[in-house]
């Protein structure tokens, strides 16, 4: 090897094994097992140990391969350790991740379980309640087919008016004669009205209603209120009510009732004295099945000691006139 090999570090390198010990000069070494120098260089071929030549039959650099796997064992295991933990933690992620919206959707279905459960609730209590009528329920079959009867002669009535009223409507476009049938509507609407009102007499057919108090109570003002209710439910047109006196007031839809001194009535603040009387104009039968009705005016009259007679009237008067208050604050509308 040349000096420059050597400075350059371009020769070959120096043995890895011990370094051969020496003498002052050079000499060889003194010990008694010291190994032959030519043996110990690398380049020798005795110098290379063969395999076996151990006393244990490894080569010499065999050592070092257990420590090179021992340290890719510990890695490898480590590495093993490392994926185990990795897999836990997204394990235990994935795992929390899946109870969180567990348990919420496991809220929102109790809480729609119970809004559908109080809804079912309100619709069978409205279906009950709308389904059931306890008044017709209760009734005999008499009553209902009285009923039955009251509305179908309510309803003929209603085809009458509407019939009434497209023959005056067509009347009234018919050119000519319609103003004469216009003036001919007008004073028959005015005279019904004044009826109504109670401006205007009236007669036609009709009942006689005649209230007689027990000898333990007297006629009572909610009773002869209920009679009216019951009368002009049925079709009443005209009333008026007189007492023992021959005194009579008409009565129109503000008339009141007041229960006066010894049996006697105040009626829109006129004292009437008994037995009571209503004159009404109407269809008789279907105002005679209204007070006859099961815990109407007769029932409760007779369950008090009195009695009640009905009479049918084939001309009823209605004379008594209603005096309309002046109105202070009303004005009408053009």
């Known amino acids: 090897m040349t000096d420059e090999h050597t400075e350059t570090g371009t020769g070959w390198p120096q043995p890895a094994g011990p370094a051969r010990?020496?003498?002052?000069?050079?000499?060889?070494?003194?010990?008694?097992?010291?190994?032959?120098?030519?043996?110990?260089?690398?380049?020798?071929?005795?110098?290379?140990?063969?395999?076996?030549?151990?006393d244990d039959g490894e080569s010499p650099v065999a050592p070092a391969e257990p420590v090179e796997r021992d340290s890719v064992e510990r890695d490898e295991a480590v590495e093993r350790d490392e994926a185990v933990e990795r897999?836990?933690?997204?394990g235990g992620a994935a795992a929390a991740g899946a109870a969180g919206p567990l348990r919420r959707f496991s809220s929102a279905a109790v809480m729609i379980g119970v809004l559908l459960v109080l809804l079912g609730f309100t619709l069978a209590v409205q279906l009950k309640t709308t389904s059931t009528d306890s008044s017709l329920a209760a009734a005999r079959q008499e009553d209902l087919v009285r009923i039955l009867y009251d509305l179908e002669a309510r309803e003929m009535r209603l085809r009458q008016d509407i019939t009434t009223l497209e023959e005056s409507q067509r009347q009234l476009r018919s050119g000519e004669q319609g103003r004469q049938a216009a003036l001919e509507e007008a004073t028959r609407r005015a005279d019904e009205l004044g009826i109504l009102a109670g401006t205007l007499p009236a007669r036609g057919p009709g009942l006689a209603v005649l209230f007689q108090a027990g000898p333990s109570k007297p006629i009572s003002a909610s009773g002869v209120l209920d009679a009216v209710q019951e009368l002009r439910g049925a079709g009443a047109?005209?009333?008026?009510?007189?007492?023992?006196?021959?005194?009579?007031?008409?009565?129109?839809?503000?008339?009141?009732?007041?229960?006066?001194?010894?049996?006697?009535?105040?009626?829109?603040?006129?004292?009437?004295?008994?037995?009571?009387?209503?004159?009404?104009?109407?269809?008789?039968?279907?105002?005679?099945?209204?007070?006859?009705i099961p815990g109407g005016v007769v029932a409760v009259v007779a369950r008090d000691g009195g009695n009640v007679i009905v009479e049918d009237r084939e001309v009823a008067e209605v004379s008594a006139l209603h005096v309309p208050s002046t109105l202070e604050h009303a004005r009408p509308v053009s």
């Open 21 to 54: 010990p020496g003498g002052p000069a050079g000499e060889p070494d003194p010990r008694p097992d010291a190994p032959d120098p030519d043996e110990l260089s690398p380049l020798s071929p005795q110098g290379r140990p063969e395999p076996g030549d151990g």
């Open 87 to 90: 897999d836990e933690a997204a």
């Open 237 to 292: 047109e005209a009333m008026q009510i007189s007492g023992g006196d021959r005194a009579s007031v008409r009565i129109v839809a503000s008339t009141y009732f007041l229960d006066g001194e010894n049996g006697s009535l105040i009626v829109d603040g006129r004292r009437l004295t008994g037995p009571f009387t209503i004159t009404v104009i109407g269809d008789p039968s279907t105002m005679r099945t209204a007070l006859n």
